[in-house]
């Protein structure tokens, strides 16, 4: 397979003194790169370099930092000739010195943090606070202007940025992605996003493959295959792959200028022709192979052992700076960039470098996109009220709630098509989650060819389908860290697939919560749907509702968990996530035909309070009960009030209150989570000494977790998936978990002192034979017993 | 770019015979699929077909199902002819129809399971069972025989096939991968395992991506390229594609016949090069690309919708069989496979047909390989003991711990290299971690080209490092199926990323423990180095010590949790998993230089106890204490003593137990885990109504969780991650959490009533002023306060 050379390989598009000027520009950022990782003071090494002048721990990544220079560089050359609308994802992000000396050379740094003032002064602030208490941290972290992405985590630098793109048609996101994070899974499946940008709509990604070869400490795959099979790879990925390679910096910069300008003509070429004469084809968008060396410009070698060009450049070349001419090496190096050519001094970068650099807003570091919240605009919502599902006798009609929910999000999604600022993002399983109504308005979002069979594809479509739950929350985060907002879908045990992404976006949001010039953006919402009861069907390994436990580590003030028994509910909780702000919602509800409890406006203030006693269910008429029956999740909702029924049946003078939690973090101390109930509140509730069986949706330990504080905890009995599961019926799923209205009947009993031997004896043995024979019915016919199917509470 | 079509496309290696032979045996198959889908009763059609014979809940896929069958059916050719060791992976494993019907067709599954007869009698009870309570899954589960991979969520056939394929020569892994998973994240990286497969000492992989064109509702992306980008794609991968197109089957079995032919014969070719001639360059191996309509063979069109060849046929094509017409739609389907052809009266298969398949373990679902248990040997270890450190005085040397546990690795290596069934596995983190001095035994795999400063690389290597969490967890479970051992050192924040596959490991080990026939295999061992609390360096992002949450929802009988406090402990721990069975054994140990507390005999009496009392750090001589101090991982445990210290100083009368937790699962109750203490144990060490400070390493509410239950509960008081976090000093991570020494001491005091208000005063004072002091030195000096640097623990 032949490589087609671009034609970029001979010209020279920089004049000589712009090249110079650029180069020094690059040496500029290289010098403030190598003082944040090193210097403590002198940071214009006014004097000789020594010992006092050096951070005691040294802490950075100096091998990827002059690659995201030498890149940003050459991106502020274009910006500026052709007024781009430009956003920067460095996708190794541990490379944070790049990020930050480059906001700072172009006064986007200072403007955000007036005391790193640009001269001597503020510089050796600059080089102080990197990866020092109290300063910055070493990574491009929320804290760095014009950063959507902290890139700590690998895998998500092209997903995101993509997120970016879709509905900003102004917008170029050049992407960096690192030849270590390319390896990961995450990252490899990204570059397909390709078939789902819109040029007309859209804006541009442009991927910057920086190839220096080395992670850690191995050789990456990527720089270590073939230009050829390079080539094809990237060819096959759809994109038309241009190679900038080399190490001579005169030779590179021409290179990486002729190459940028080449891509960028075809970016605008794509769009026009799509903007002007419609979309024929799935364009063939460009991208660029950088391949530099590992820490590139830095020592040669350090004791004896080649270190540019090498895996010992991944972090800091020279750790221990008592060792014998480290400081001579780090003098020499830092010296290397001519400092004095390129900052008075005052410390200040000259002039005619400083006119290198954008100005205003098209400056990386200040670009609005890059801190989303400053354009963002709220949806405009019809009323989720419209949508009630009537239910005039709780319990006597049927729904399926995601399906209802589908149809409120047709209409937001209506609403705001002209806006362009909604999308539905899921791993194939929008129709299998029931949100099918959506495609009334909108279609799947598709570029690749269609056939006539295909159903509901479009290239403008608004619901993102690629089966990846990375993709998916990629692609939300990007979009929502850049304004806008959005919905995720997802079967509830494979959500699993992006927890690591989520503690990320969590641990971002928190930070954010701190720094005053982010301004808060859309929430990132779940539906998380298919659930553990209901996946019956699917067997073991589609059963698994553990996400929210994996939540619920994260910080109070960014997470939400709801769990509204019905449609109704579901409703009013969908309306409350889609306008709130920097948190996470994770919203839990069934897809099936279910009974509905609530009417809209009992709804409403059910889920205003976020728990309460539902008192047609309960017969304690407001008196001490003797027994709390508390339910959270549709299906423990449903036995829960079958169980109150048999309750009610053999023993009609027992008080039962039936408490329903739509809000998870209610059980919560108020002291741990802002919506947790204070103890009179809770113990008004779950009374003092009561006993409370409870039925949870989850694993049963999340209960005990969130109230083994409270007054009464010793008396809470929770009942939950207890990790068993396989293909059966749905209610066979809550027995063989001890979840159904037997179990709970049963441990009600076994906590209730009131009761009569012979009562109890009588109950104990109706309930066995209910299990046994719904265990060989359901063996026999392979359903369950109509009066399980049928079952309808009666007031 | 030109496609190279492969000469195969118009060979015809089969004759006639073979070919209608080989035609029906693939009806049998689909119509055993379709049988297990939809039939009650009458299996062999010899009455009409009516509602009576019919499942009344209708689960399964038969989509993927006819594909399977088709590649099923040619394996068994060829592996007949060529006398190969072949196991099958399933990708799409929910198409599990599939498989349980080729290993009835072939007897494996009868000999597994012998009410499953091969005659009318099983084949009605293989029917009935398929989805249905009390038989098997619906997916390729850990019960079907020769399985090692469910396919219940998608992204890790490729990575399982490879993780079985090394180190064994003979076998040949053939994985189908559908379009549907090749989206994932984890596939779309997997394709790269052959940078690391060695042709001499690892078997082979014939990936099969099979192209049905749909997902559950959409097209495939990979299904909606042109055949030159997809050509490119997997050229670029490094492989030599080979289409196979069409829904004619006899043109198909000719193509499918000869394509198959030509892989294997490239497989053995490049595996005879390399065994009798060296390795000279990465070998391109062959992959098979086979596009053929969804639900091939099943009805064309459904209610007057398109259904062969459409995302319709992904589940059951006719969901409701009350609807008119679908019972004639589903007889005439059924029929049209000719079952009396097929099988005779008594429902056997015809002999002629059962000779196609291979015999003993030669059949796919009777390789032993997919039972690795079956072949598991135990690893020749060498006595850990011998790598003791030597601990005089507790707390006055240090050491690196997973240094330590490196150098017991690297013999471990050594004593297996013959064996050739031990590795390890980690994303670039081997050196990172400190296991580096196993490379001193064996290298880094590696197929990829290479530099001469590259360091430890060999393509005979057995450190598996690729920058993809996923790459190294599905290599590590397909290695250890089939009865091999390792061990995923991983940073701790990261092991995230695979949440989802442990869950799925953990479910299948659970599953396997209830079937006799699966033989218990080494357990998944994760050392999680680079903890929370001292990634300082890295940030935010590097820190989240939530993966024990995770774990520990799943059941007990299947995970175990080790929190060691020093290096001896460590090495303890080490032995203990690398010898245990059916477990996922998680070990979190720091790889700092840090305090060693334990000599060898001390740390294995502690080990094997897995909590105690630490009596030389204690002071209540055996009496009933006046304050607990509890800690469990190493960096919790030195801020304990370090407290201890402090309170003995101030309050030399204090009687103090410290109690050291090395096995997490201790602390839960014996009735919920086989390693809880019983609650007379836990109450003797952990006292009836004293204080405890518990010092823990994760999330605080972990600790809580597990001990809820406990009689003193409610005077537990537990310190440990907050998430809080950034780039820091390393004992500023523990002050911003609150788990330093000076808080705990605070929090003694707190709880401590025989204080007297001046002690408690200057104690507060003192505490105060200690936190100042570190708050201001760090933010001058960017390094944790001499005396916390050079802390020692003073008997």
Chains 1, 2 share one sequence.
């Not at 802490?59 to 956003?87: A, C, E, M, S």
Request: glycine content about 8%.
């Amino acid at each position: 397979m032949k490589v087609e050379r671009s034609e970029t390989e001979t010209s020279q598009p920089l004049d000589q003194d712009l090249l110079a000027m650029m180069h020094a520009y690059w040496r500029a950022a290289n010098y403030l790169s190598v003082g944040q990782i090193y210097l403590f003071d002198n940071p214009l090494l006014k004097q000789p370099l020594e010992s006092a002048h050096i951070k005691p721990r040294l802490l950075g990544h100096w091998g990827t930092t002059p690659g995201l220079n030498f890149i940003y560089v050459h991106l502020n050359r274009v910006i500026k000739q052709h007024d781009l609308n430009v956003i920067y994802i460095a996708g190794p992000g541990h490379g944070g010195p790049a990020l930050v000396a480059n906001t700072y050379l172009e006064g986007s740094y200072t403007e955000t943090y007036p005391e790193i003032s640009q001269d001597e002064a503020g510089m050796q602030r600059l080089f102080k606070q990197f990866s020092f208490p109290g300063g910055v941290p070493s990574h491009v972290a929320p804290e760095t202007p014009g950063s959507i992405h902290e890139g700590g985590e690998l895998g998500y630098a092209l997903s995101h940025a993509y997120g970016a793109a879709f509905d900003n048609p102004d917008l170029i996101v050049a992407c960096v992605v690192g030849d270590g994070e390319a390896e990961t899974g995450a990252l490899a499946t990204s570059w397909h996003s390709n078939k789902f940008l819109n040029p007309q709509q859209d804006g541009a990604v442009l991927p910057i493959l920086h190839l220096n070869g080395y992670k850690i400490a191995s050789p990456t795959i990527l720089a270590r295959i073939p230009n050829d099979e390079l080539h094809a790879l990237f060819y096959g990925y759809g994109y038309t792959p241009y190679f900038v390679e080399g190490d001579d910096p005169h030779y590179m910069h021409q290179q990486m200028a002729a190459t940028l300008d080449k891509a960028i003509q075809q970016i605008q070429q794509i769009q026009t022709d799509a903007r002007q004469h419609g979309i024929v084809d799935r364009p063939r968008w460009p991208m660029i192979i950088l391949r530099s060396p590992k820490g590139w410009t830095g020592p040669a070698s350090v004791d004896g052992k080649k270190t540019e060009g090498s895996f010992r450049s991944h972090q800091v070349p020279m750790g221990d700076m008592d060792q014998q001419g480290h400081i001579e090496i780090l003098e020499k190096w830092l010296r290397s960039y001519n400092p004095e050519e390129l900052f008075d001094d005052s410390g200040k970068l000259r002039k005619e470098l400083a006119e290198l650099a954008p100005e205003g807003n098209r400056r990386m570091g200040a670009n609005p996109h890059a801190n989303g919240g400053q354009l963002l605009q709220p949806l405009n919502l019809p009323d989720f009220q419209d949508y009630a599902v009537e239910v005039t006798v709780p319990g006597q009609t049927k729904a399926e709630a995601t399906r209802e929910m589908g149809k409120f999000l047709r209409d937001v999604m209506q609403q705001n098509l002209e806006a362009g600022n909604f999308r539905l993002f899921s791993p194939d399983e929008n129709n299998s989650n029931r949100w099918q109504d959506v495609l009334a308005v909108t279609s799947r979002t598709w570029m690749g060819e269609t056939l006539p069979e295909d159903d509901k594809l479009a290239m403008d479509g608004r619901v993102m389908e690629m089966l990846s739950e990375h993709q998916c929350q990629g692609w939300l985060e990007g979009y929502l860290l850049t304004g806008r907002h959005g919905f995720f879908s997802c079967y509830e045990a494979f959500i699993h697939i992006i927890d690591s992404m989520f503690n990320q976006h969590a641990k971002w949001l928190k930070i954010c919560n701190q720094i005053p010039w982010r301004k808060p953006i859309a929430s990132l919402n779940y539906l998380l749907s298919s659930h553990v009861w209901r996946q019956d069907h699917n067997g073991f390994s589609h059963q698994d509702p553990g996400f929210i436990d994996h939540v619920v580590n994260k910080k109070a003030e960014v997470v939400r968990v709801y769990l509204p028994p019905d449609a109704n509910t579901l409703l009013s909780v969908t309306d409350h996530c889609l306008r709130s702000r920097n948190y996470v919602n994770v919203v839990v509800a069934g897809k099936q035909p279910s009974p509905q409890w609530l009417d809209m406006d009992a709804a409403v203030k059910h889920c205003t309070a976020g728990i309460g006693v539902w008192e047609w269910a309960s017969n304690d008429g407001g008196q001490t009960p003797d027994l709390v029956m508390a339910c959270c999740g549709d299906v423990p909702t449903m036995e829960t009030l079958a169980a109150v029924k048999l309750l009610n049946e053999f023993l009609p003078a027992l008080k039962i209150r039936v408490i329903n939690v739509v809000d998870l973090m209610k059980l919560q101390s108020a002291s741990e989570h802002p919506h947790g109930l204070d103890d009179e509140a809770f113990d008004a509730l779950f009374t003092d000494d009561k006993p409370i069986i409870f039925a949870y949706h989850g694993y049963p330990m999340l209960i005990h977790r969130l109230t083994y504080r409270r007054r009464n905890h010793r008396n809470l009995h929770v009942h939950g998936f207890k990790e068993e599961g396989t293909t059966t019926t749905p209610f066979d799923m809550t027995v063989i978990n001890g979840l159904d209205r037997f179990h709970l009947v049963e441990n009600a009993l076994r906590h209730l002192t009131q009761v009569s031997p012979e009562k109890r004896a009588e109950m104990e043995s109706y309930v066995q034979q209910k299990l046994s024979e719904h265990a060989s019915y359901i063996r026999e016919h392979g359903e369950d017993l109509p009066e399980i199917r049928h079952w309808q509470w009666q007031q």
